[in-house]
Each structure stands twice: as C-alpha cells, then as structure tokens.
C-alpha cells in the first residue's frame, strides 16, 4: 500500500533527524569490549542503526553488517608490510577519505576508510538539512566488507587481484602526517596499488 504523500515526511522526519555532525560514530572500537594488545574490537558505521519505522522507509540495506562488532588488528606503519609504511600523497574524492602509503620497497599502498561521508557531494544549501542525512544513510547500501569477498574468488578464476586488508586506526595515531586527524578512530582498508610514483611525501 502506498502511503499518502502527506503522510510520508512526517514519517521521514521521525526515522531520521536534520543534518548533524555527530552523525557519525566518534569512534569504531566497541566501548567496553576488549581483544588483544594489537586488535580492537570496532563496527564499521553503526551510526547506521534504524528502528522498524527508519528500515521500512530507508531500506533494510547491510544495517546489520555496519554495526556488527567484530575484531581488526590496530594499523601499525612500521610492521603492516615488511619494511614498513610512511605517509605519502592525500587523495580521496567527494566521499571517501584516503591517501596513499609508501612502502620501503617502493611499492605504494591504497589506505581509505570504509566509511563515507557525501557531505561534500551536495550543495552547500543543502547540507545542514535532513537530505544529507539521507544521502548519509544511503552508505548502508553498500556492504562493508564486501572487498574482502573478491581475492578469493579472483584467485580460483585464476585473475590478478590486490590483496586488501582491514584495520583499525587508534584514537592516537600520529604517524600519518596532517591525515592522522581525519582517520584516528576509523576502520579503513589498505591494498596495493602498485608501484610509488614519484612525489613528494607528506613529512
């Protein structure tokens, strides 16, 4: 049954809430559960939770999976590839943020998180209103740790693949240069991406 369309934003409003910038988890680790010295226990966004009325207007999606706790190793530069990593050029688009990582082989590395924010994708008259929270949500779509679903399949294809793992970013993590801020607290994925170019690196 289709709702009346005078109905459907008093609904809407109900489900989610005008633009905030706590939208977001502060961070991904699970108070209170604890792991290994080298692991924290995180969800990837569970800032994407809806009650029955948010799911049945938003879509159910991968809620499940965003906020589900699970246990990642804590991202060390100096042991997360042999020879270690070192901050290299900043990139990202609209969504995501990222930056690429250096390895001492020369080979360069693809850090991002897996959490997006579109803020920067919508007008600026827009974004304090609730349609960025709904583009917001609209992450949830997508599933989390479906990268990690690709290497196995691409191997018994018998296809060239990266290799991408997931970490969690401490809370007090600096050796990232001035992208440290951005993605202290976070889950993010880290992959190959080939060999370093030449640029200069962020000291």
């Given at each position: ?19 905030s ?18 692991s ?59 930056m ?8 360069a ?5 897996v ?12 974004r304090p ?27 018994a294809?018998?296809v ?13 993590e ?14 993010v ?15």
């Open positions: 049954m289709r709702l009346p369309l005078p109905c459907f934003f008093p609904l809407l409003l109900t489900a989610t809430s005008c633009a910038s706590h939208f977001f988890q502060p961070d991904a680790r699970v108070s209170g559960r604890t792991a290994a010295p080298d924290a226990v995180v969800t990837a966004g569970r800032h994407y939770q809806r009650g029955p009325i948010g799911r049945f207007l938003l879509g159910q999606h991968y809620r499940h999976a965003w906020a589900e706790p699970v246990t990642l190793p804590v991202l060390n530069l100096a042991t997360a590839v042999p020879g270690g990593l070192k901050p290299g050029k900043v990139g990202g688009g609209f969504q995501t943020t990222s690429t990582v250096l390895g001492a082989d020369g080979r590395y693809a850090l991002r998180s959490d997006k924010d579109p803020t920067k994708a919508l007008p600026k008259f827009l209103t609730l349609i960025l929270t709904i583009v917001r949500d609209a992450t949830s779509a997508g599933m989390p740790y479906g990268s990690l679903v690709v290497p196995p399949l691409a191997q294809a018998g060239y693949h990266t290799n991408p793992r997931l970490y969690y970013v401490s809370a007090t600096n050796g990232l240069g001035p992208t440290s801020e951005r993605l202290r607290g976070r889950v994925l880290l992959e190959e991406s080939g060999k370093a170019r030449k640029t200069s690196t962020v000291p």
